[in-house]
């Protein structure tokens, strides 16, 4: 099956810092979707991004489908972006699943 | 804003026992979807449902596991008999279709004694 790997797994941040956070995949996809987990274990849903460039408010994502990479852009970041941050991709038909990447996890200091 | 409702929260169970979880997705999405996450880990899709129908249980310990839709609402994932390497957080998530977006519930915290 499709491989999803992330980088860097960990990452400690200043507030007010920016960071990218990446994801390369290892075949074609038709659904690429970045997830925020909290510290409680809530996922929420970031961007749905199978290719081009979204953004909401301090957060951004680019992916290159062609190169089979994605970038996901935290500027000035807060104490409440911590937690992890997921990649997951979805290859083949309609009802092919959802792969999960093992995800980065982000400590904002203050 | 509608939410993916899950109970309960958290559980705590002895080996052998039987546990059940129940999700009720946000209204109208056609597709429920249960996911396993062991800590350090992403994700892992145990089952899928297309209303009613199951259309992808390849990851499922179908000899302890079980997972019904049966009015292509609400669901319930059940372990019988729990195992000490169940202990995971149990994921209920929804969507308008399979290939839309993923709205996650809050999840069930099972641990297995």
């Given at each position: 099956?499709?491989?999803?790997?992330q980088?860097?797994?960990?990452?400690?941040?200043?507030?007010?810092?920016?960071?990218?956070?990446?994801c390369n995949?290892?075949d074609?996809v038709?659904n690429?979707?970045?997830?925020?987990?909290?510290?409680?274990?809530?996922?929420?849903?970031?961007?749905?991004?199978?290719?081009?460039?979204?953004?909401n408010?301090?957060?951004?994502?680019?992916t290159?489908?062609?190169?089979r990479?994605?970038?996901?852009?935290?500027?000035?970041?807060?104490?409440?972006?911590?937690?992890?941050?997921?990649?997951a991709?979805?290859?083949?038909?309609?009802?092919?699943?959802?792969?999960?990447?093992?995800?980065?996890?982000?400590s904002?200091?203050? | 804003?509608?939410?993916?409702?899950?109970?309960?929260?958290?559980?705590?169970?002895?080996?052998?026992?039987?546990?059940?979880?129940?999700?009720?997705?946000?209204?109208g999405?056609?597709?429920?979807?249960?996911?396993?996450q062991?800590?350090?880990?992403?994700?892992?899709?145990?089952?899928?449902?297309?209303?009613?129908?199951?259309?992808?249980?390849?990851?499922?310990?179908?000899?302890?596991?079980?997972?019904?839709r049966?009015?292509?609402?609400?669901?319930?994932?059940?372990?019988?008999?729990?195992?000490?390497?169940?202990?995971?957080?149990y994921?209920?998530?929804?969507?308008?279709?399979?290939?839309?977006?993923?709205?996650?519930?809050?999840?069930?915290?099972?641990?297995?004694?």
């Amino acid at each position: 099956g499709i491989q999803v790997e992330q980088s860097p797994p960990d990452l400690i941040l200043q507030e007010g810092a920016n960071s990218t956070l990446r994801c390369n995949f290892s075949d074609s996809v038709n659904n690429l979707q970045w997830f925020h987990q909290n510290p409680w274990g809530q996922l929420i849903n970031l961007f749905y991004i199978p290719s081009g460039t979204k953004q909401n408010g301090r957060l951004s994502a680019t992916t290159v489908a062609t190169e089979r990479y994605s970038l996901l852009y935290i500027s000035s970041s807060q104490t409440t972006d911590s937690g992890v941050y997921f990649c997951a991709v979805q290859e083949g038909g309609a009802n092919s699943k959802l792969t999960f990447g093992k995800g980065i996890t982000l400590s904002v200091r203050p | 804003e509608a939410e993916v409702a899950q109970s309960p929260r958290y559980k705590i169970t002895e080996k052998s026992q039987a546990v059940a979880f129940w999700c009720d997705p946000i209204s109208g999405h056609a597709t429920l979807y249960w996911y396993r996450q062991i800590l350090g880990q992403g994700p892992e899709l145990l089952v899928q449902f297309q209303d009613e129908s199951v259309v992808d249980d390849s990851q499922l310990p179908k000899d302890r596991f079980s997972a019904e839709r049966l009015k292509g609402v609400d669901s319930t994932l059940k372990i019988q008999p729990a195992e000490l390497g169940d202990s995971a957080m149990y994921l209920c998530a929804s969507s308008l279709n399979s290939w839309d977006i993923q709205y996650f519930g809050a999840g069930t915290r099972l641990s297995v004694l």
